[in-house]
Protein backbone atom coordinates (compact mmCIF):
# COMPACT_ATOMS: atom_id res chain seq x y z
CA UNK A 1 0.00 0.00 0.00
CA UNK A 2 1.31 3.50 -1.28
CA UNK A 3 1.93 6.46 1.65
CA UNK A 4 -0.36 8.68 -0.71
CA UNK A 5 -3.80 9.04 -1.38
CA UNK A 6 -5.36 10.85 -4.04
CA UNK A 7 -6.73 14.09 -3.25
CA UNK A 8 -10.88 13.90 -3.78
CA UNK A 9 -13.74 15.91 -2.38
CA UNK A 10 -17.06 14.83 -1.17
CA UNK A 11 -20.02 17.20 -1.05
CA UNK A 12 -21.66 17.60 2.32
CA UNK A 13 -25.55 17.80 2.57
CA UNK A 14 -26.71 21.70 1.55
CA UNK A 15 -23.16 22.57 0.41
CA UNK A 16 -22.70 23.29 -3.00
CA UNK A 17 -20.31 22.92 -6.21
CA UNK A 18 -18.98 25.52 -8.65
CA UNK A 19 -18.65 25.62 -11.88
CA UNK A 20 -17.11 28.12 -14.54
CA UNK A 21 -13.55 28.70 -13.32
CA UNK A 22 -12.81 32.23 -14.98
CA UNK A 23 -9.75 34.54 -14.90
CA UNK A 24 -7.39 32.47 -13.56
CA UNK A 25 -5.11 31.54 -16.46
CA UNK A 26 -4.40 29.01 -18.99
CA UNK A 27 -6.04 26.20 -18.67
CA UNK A 28 -2.75 24.11 -19.91
CA UNK A 29 -1.45 25.17 -16.89
CA UNK A 30 -3.29 23.60 -14.44
CA UNK A 31 -3.60 20.24 -16.03
CA UNK A 32 0.57 20.55 -17.22
CA UNK A 33 1.08 21.42 -14.12
CA UNK A 34 2.82 24.95 -14.77
CA UNK A 35 2.89 27.58 -12.39
CA UNK A 36 1.14 31.10 -12.61
CA UNK A 37 3.13 33.66 -13.46
CA UNK A 38 0.86 36.29 -13.07
CA UNK A 39 -1.93 35.86 -11.25
CA UNK A 40 -5.07 37.89 -11.94
CA UNK A 41 -7.02 39.84 -9.09
CA UNK A 42 -10.32 39.20 -10.65
CA UNK A 43 -10.80 35.40 -10.70
CA UNK A 44 -13.91 33.88 -9.96
CA UNK A 45 -16.00 30.97 -10.03
CA UNK A 46 -19.79 30.51 -9.53
CA UNK A 47 -22.35 28.23 -7.80
CA UNK A 48 -23.78 25.00 -9.51
CA UNK A 49 -27.40 26.43 -10.56
CA UNK A 50 -28.29 22.88 -11.06
CA UNK A 51 -28.43 22.36 -7.12
CA UNK A 52 -30.15 26.28 -5.86
CA UNK A 53 -30.55 25.26 -2.36
CA UNK A 54 -26.96 23.71 -1.80
CA UNK A 55 -25.44 27.07 -0.61
CA UNK A 56 -23.08 26.37 2.21
CA UNK A 57 -19.14 26.05 1.82
CA UNK A 58 -17.16 23.49 2.86
CA UNK A 59 -13.58 23.36 3.02
CA UNK A 60 -12.64 21.82 0.13
CA UNK A 61 -15.03 22.17 -2.90
CA UNK A 62 -15.18 20.86 -6.29
CA UNK A 63 -14.71 23.16 -9.25
CA UNK A 64 -16.38 20.89 -11.99
CA UNK A 65 -13.82 20.37 -14.95
CA UNK A 66 -11.07 22.44 -13.01
CA UNK A 67 -10.08 21.00 -9.94
CA UNK A 68 -10.54 22.39 -6.24
CA UNK A 69 -11.46 25.25 -4.14
CA UNK A 70 -10.25 25.75 -1.14
CA UNK A 71 -11.46 27.67 2.35
CA UNK A 72 -8.63 30.23 4.15
CA UNK A 73 -8.79 27.94 6.72
CA UNK A 74 -7.76 25.25 4.93
CA UNK A 75 -4.89 26.99 3.36
CA UNK A 76 -3.66 28.50 6.86
CA UNK A 77 -2.78 24.70 7.51
CA UNK A 78 -1.29 23.60 4.50
CA UNK A 79 0.67 26.98 4.66
CA UNK A 80 1.82 26.08 7.89
CA UNK A 81 3.28 22.75 6.59
CA UNK A 82 5.60 24.46 4.32
CA UNK A 83 4.41 22.88 1.13
CA UNK A 84 6.34 23.64 -1.84
CA UNK A 85 5.25 24.17 -5.04
CA UNK A 86 1.77 25.06 -4.66
CA UNK A 87 0.14 28.01 -5.56
CA UNK A 88 -3.24 29.66 -3.83
CA UNK A 89 -4.68 31.55 -6.03
CA UNK A 90 -7.62 33.47 -4.50
CA UNK A 91 -10.66 33.07 -6.23
CA UNK A 92 -14.00 35.33 -5.23
CA UNK A 93 -17.27 33.02 -4.86
CA UNK A 94 -20.29 34.24 -6.78
CA UNK A 95 -23.88 32.76 -5.19
CA UNK A 96 -26.66 31.97 -6.07
CA UNK A 97 -28.27 35.63 -5.99
CA UNK A 98 -25.28 36.44 -8.40
CA UNK A 99 -23.53 38.10 -4.96
CA UNK A 100 -20.04 37.55 -3.88
CA UNK A 101 -19.14 35.36 -0.80
CA UNK A 102 -17.60 37.07 2.01
CA UNK A 103 -15.47 34.22 2.72
CA UNK A 104 -11.79 33.87 1.79
CA UNK A 105 -11.21 30.92 -1.13
CA UNK A 106 -8.47 29.89 -2.71
CA UNK A 107 -7.77 27.71 -6.02
CA UNK A 108 -5.15 24.91 -5.01
CA UNK A 109 -2.58 24.74 -7.55
CA UNK A 110 0.29 22.08 -7.25
CA UNK A 111 2.83 22.56 -9.75
CA UNK A 112 5.62 21.14 -10.41
CA UNK A 113 4.32 17.18 -11.44
CA UNK A 114 6.61 14.16 -10.25
CA UNK A 115 7.73 11.49 -12.64
CA UNK A 116 6.45 8.81 -9.82
CA UNK A 117 3.94 6.15 -12.01
CA UNK A 118 5.27 3.28 -12.00
CA UNK A 119 5.57 2.34 -16.03
CA UNK A 120 6.32 -0.73 -15.91
CA UNK A 121 3.79 -2.24 -13.36
CA UNK A 122 0.91 0.49 -14.16
CA UNK A 123 -1.65 -0.79 -16.67
CA UNK A 124 -3.00 2.27 -18.81
CA UNK A 125 -3.39 4.05 -22.36
CA UNK A 126 -2.10 6.73 -23.48
CA UNK A 127 -4.18 9.94 -24.71
CA UNK A 128 -4.66 9.60 -28.25
CA UNK A 129 -5.13 13.60 -28.61
CA UNK A 130 -2.23 14.58 -26.07
CA UNK A 131 0.41 11.64 -26.16
CA UNK A 132 2.04 13.08 -23.27
CA UNK A 133 -0.91 12.34 -21.36
CA UNK A 134 -2.08 9.20 -20.05
CA UNK A 135 -6.16 9.07 -20.56
CA UNK A 136 -6.70 6.73 -17.76
CA UNK A 137 -5.73 3.58 -15.77
CA UNK A 138 -6.42 -0.06 -15.49
CA UNK A 139 -3.99 -0.12 -12.54
CA UNK A 140 -2.12 2.56 -11.59
CA UNK A 141 1.17 2.37 -9.67
CA UNK A 142 3.21 4.92 -7.86
CA UNK A 143 7.04 4.21 -7.63
CA UNK A 144 7.85 6.14 -4.26
CA UNK A 145 11.52 6.21 -4.77
CA UNK A 146 11.41 9.10 -7.33
CA UNK A 147 9.43 11.09 -4.43
CA UNK A 148 11.72 13.32 -2.43
CA UNK A 149 10.00 12.64 1.13
CA UNK A 150 9.14 16.61 1.65
CA UNK A 151 7.36 16.86 -1.24
CA UNK A 152 3.76 16.84 0.50
CA UNK A 153 1.34 17.26 -2.40
CA UNK A 154 2.36 17.30 -5.91
CA UNK A 155 0.60 16.25 -9.45
CA UNK A 156 1.87 12.99 -11.40
CA UNK A 157 3.65 13.94 -14.23
CA UNK A 158 2.00 12.50 -17.22
CA UNK A 159 -1.97 12.43 -15.00
CA UNK A 160 -1.48 15.60 -13.58
CA UNK A 161 -5.50 15.67 -13.33
CA UNK A 162 -4.97 14.30 -10.05
CA UNK A 163 -3.58 15.50 -6.85
CA UNK A 164 -1.51 13.05 -4.65
CA UNK A 165 -0.90 14.02 -0.97
CA UNK A 166 1.24 12.20 1.62
CA UNK A 167 -0.85 9.95 4.11
CA UNK A 168 0.47 11.49 6.64
CA UNK A 169 -0.53 14.89 6.11
CA UNK A 170 -4.05 13.82 4.44
CA UNK A 171 -4.82 11.89 8.01
CA UNK A 172 -4.07 15.48 10.04
CA UNK A 173 -6.53 17.11 8.08
CA UNK A 174 -9.04 14.51 8.81
CA UNK A 175 -8.53 14.92 12.61
CA UNK A 176 -8.40 18.50 12.44
CA UNK A 177 -12.36 18.16 10.56
CA UNK A 178 -11.59 19.88 7.63
CA UNK A 179 -15.26 19.09 5.04
CA UNK A 180 -15.30 18.27 2.12
CA UNK A 181 -12.29 16.50 1.80
CA UNK A 182 -11.93 12.38 0.26
CA UNK A 183 -8.93 10.60 0.12
CA UNK A 184 -8.73 7.46 -1.99
CA UNK A 185 -5.99 5.21 -1.72
CA UNK A 186 -3.55 5.89 -5.10
CA UNK A 187 -4.28 2.12 -5.60
CA UNK A 188 -8.23 2.26 -6.49
CA UNK A 189 -7.17 5.40 -8.90
CA UNK A 190 -8.21 2.82 -11.60
Known amino acids: MSNYLKWDVYTPTGCCTLVGLNNVGPVKNRYRARPYESISTNAYVTMDDSFPKDKKMADNIRVIGAGFVISGRLKEFLESKQIVN ?105
Not at 95 to 104: M, Q
Request: with cysteine; aromatic share 12%; glycine share 4%.
Open 86 to 190: VQYIPITIINHNGNAEDAEYFVLHPHGAIDCIDMENSVFEWCTIDPKTIDYFDEFVINEDKIDPNRLLFRPKYYSEIVLIRKDLAEEIVALGFTGIDFEEAEEIA
